[in-house]
């Protein structure tokens, strides 16, 4: 794993679980039936949302900034390389539902896209950021 994503607390998270791998089929007598591919799920996804932070180190608003997230994915390598989230990024969670959400110890996040920047005023943008979480190793 190459780095740690920016210590930003979002302003909004959207989480999806992962789901169980499995395949469904369908026989010529139409009778459907489907075959797991493992015990664990797969494919969370995490959208994260940066409302109104500096665009650089100088205008510092919500302790962090854009640069530092546009510097963290070039350092990735954009989509490619894995990466893990501070402890902070869950930051305000109720706990339960945190340890539901980081459940796989061996959970790696890698960007699904490039992220979003939209202007907001001079020195001040919101930044969405979507990630995959994806399983390391057996």
Do not use: C
Request: proline share 5%.
């Amino acid at each position: 794993m190459a780095s740690i994503f920016p210590g930003i607390v979002p302003t909004t998270r959207a989480f999806t679980m992962g789901d169980y791998p499995s395949k469904s089929y369908t026989s010529l007598s139409g009778v459907i039936f489907k075959r797991a591919f493992g015990n664990r799920q797969t494919g969370y996804t995490l959208s994260l949302t940066f409302k109104n932070i500096g665009d650089t180190s100088q205008l510092r608003t919500n302790s962090g900034n854009v640069k530092q997230i546009i510097d963290h994915y070039n350092s990735v390598d954009g989509t490619y390389d894995k990466f893990s989230l501070p402890d902070n990024m869950f930051a305000g969670m109720d706990d339960d539902l945190e340890s539901l959400i980081q459940a796989p110890t061996d959970i790696s996040w890698r960007y699904a896209a490039p992220p979003q920047v939209q202007s907001v005023k001079a020195g001040v943008s919101t930044v969405t950021v979507k990630l995959v979480g994806e399983l390391d190793g057996l």
